[in-house]
């Protein structure tokens, strides 16, 4: 790789959503200066990627047209490479994790793919004339949500770039690209899914326009990224883990993310109500909260349809 001494970006000189190039800087700085070059030493890696930063350019812009926040300078395709394969070791993305992974957590993460299932059963019911749900999951991680999509019958797929991720994932369907699962012949999902994805991506509107063509007419489509309303810079640790200029490369709100949706042919809709607890209050409020407060797109995690 050339200048190994020196990370290498690019210039995204058009909104990610709508393609206006009217787009107004809300701040900017260098990888080296603080509060950023702390954040950035303080997180677990493989090979620390902050010498190879100094120097370097950060750009948090917005669309004047559509709203929509990203970073405008991104790694260069094989710096981005390296971020994967050598910044983003698994001992690495192990140590990150562990504090989060409580037992807590771990539980309610359960809980809350386990009422993916169930609403996603419900909205595809139609789609599938008795025949298995056939979902995929972009950028899929490890694979707990195919695992357990897996045991209500579905037939799931994933697909996630990371390597790490793949070889000690917990389920064997995963595939590296699109590409290598459309080799296998695998094609008409009834549900795709991205998780805490599209932040990650350079052009999330072009993955979106190549996954839309895998939908079914009708098909399910779960978005789901950090809320980043209300953030313009990275000042606090909560800015930086949701716009972190390396990671989270585009910050959305619930109106950017619908925005883009809706501009591709996809039509909001209201999760089914589902019940995964032994507790009869929270069975209440969850009925209190969908009655009162069950505005669709109301957060990140959107449900849609495609038209």
């Not at 996954?211 to 779960?222: A, D, P, W």
């Amino acid at each position: 790789m050339k200048n190994m001494d020196s990370a290498q970006f690019v210039e995204r000189t058009t909104c990610i959503s709508c393609g206006s190039t009217r787009l107004a800087e809300l701040s900017t700085g260098l990888f080296n200066e603080k509060p950023l070059c702390d954040f950035i030493l303080n997180d677990p890696w493989g090979e620390n990627p902050a010498p190879y930063l100094r120097g370097k350019h950060w750009s948090y812009v917005q669309c004047s047209d559509c709203g929509q926040a990203f970073h405008k300078y991104i790694l260069a395709p094989d710096w981005n490479e390296r971020r994967f394969s050598q910044w983003m070791t698994q001992e690495a993305i192990e140590e990150f994790e562990r504090p989060f992974k409580t037992t807590e957590y771990v539980f309610s993460k359960a809980v809350q793919y386990t009422k993916h299932v169930l609403q996603l059963e419900r909205l595809s019911r139609s789609l599938c004339s008795g025949k298995p749900v056939r979902l995929l999951d972009f950028g899929c991680g490890y694979g707990e949500f195919l695992a357990m999509c897996d045991l209500y019958g579905f037939e799931a797929y994933g697909v996630d770039r990371s390597s790490a991720k793949r070889e000690n994932g917990r389920f064997a369907r995963i595939f590296p690209e699109l590409e290598d699962l459309k080799s296998s012949g695998i094609s008409a999902f009834h549900v795709i899914t991205l998780f805490e994805v599209l932040e990650h991506l350079d052009d999330p509107r072009s993955l979106l326009e190549v996954l839309k063509e895998y939908l079914v007419t009708g098909g399910i489509l779960i978005l789901e990224t950090p809320d980043c309303s209300g953030i313009n810079g990275i000042s606090t640790l909560d800015d930086y883990r949701k716009i972190h200029p390396l990671e989270h490369i585009n910050g959305f709100t619930p109106a950017t993310m619908r925005g883009l949706a809706e501009s591709m042919g996809f039509a909001p809709i209201k999760k089914p109500v589902s019940f995964v607890t032994t507790d009869p209050m929270r069975v209440v409020k969850t009925v209190a909260k969908q009655i009162v407060g069950g505005a669709i797109g109301a957060g990140t995690q959107q449900y849609f349809r495609k038209l």
